[in-house]
């Protein structure tokens, strides 16, 4: 029952993220993390190209928060007119939701699951909203919005 060294393939939660080197359970790696291709055994081999996965991790993690960061500059610069029908009093039927803006941000081209999106209470009136974007890696972006009848 010893411990053997692994280096992760992927971000395993409560162990560690891509490229780090861990000290696991034997049957741990044997019985899971192996079997689901979680990990390599870190061999003499493994150790050396360890670093150069490393630096291709690093650039890759580089590349993606630039582009986080100018999808958060888009996002703050954007207004987006949600349409929608109206009763009386300029009252929703229903109310603008997480998936409407979603899709229509998807027709402008810029793609942001509706999980990413956070609005503080139900939009049910019309008038201008700011909703906050969770891009990840701690990035958050206002997203104007203006709830117009159609």
């Given at each position: 029952m010893g411990k053997t060294d692994v280096i992760l393939k992927q971000k395993i939660d409560n162990l560690g993220n891509p490229g780090d080197l861990v000290s696991v359970s034997a049957g741990y790696a044997r019985n899971y993390l192996?079997?689901?291709?979680?990990?390599?055994?870190?061999?003499?081999?493994?150790?050396a190209a360890l670093e150069?996965?490393?630096?291709?991790?690093?650039?890759?993690?580089q590349k993606e928060q630039e582009h986080l960061g100018s999808l958060a500059r888009t996002l703050s610069e954007l207004s987006l007119r949600v349409p929608v029908k109206t009763g009386e009093k300029g009252r929703l039927f229903g109310s603008v939701t997480t998936m409407h803006i979603a899709e229509l941000l998807g027709q402008k081209d810029i793609q942001v699951d509706k999980k990413q999106l956070h609005i503080e209470s139900p939009?049910?009136?019309?008038?201008?909203?700011?909703?906050?974007?969770n891009l990840?890696?701690?990035?958050?972006?206002?997203?104007?919005i203006e709830v117009v009848s159609e």
């Open positions: 192996l079997p689901k291709n979680l990990c390599v055994l870190a061999g003499k081999e493994e150790l150069v996965r490393k630096e291709q991790i690093r650039k890759k993690a939009i049910r009136e019309l008038g201008e909203y700011t909703i906050t974007v990840g890696h701690s990035l958050h972006a206002p997203l104007k």
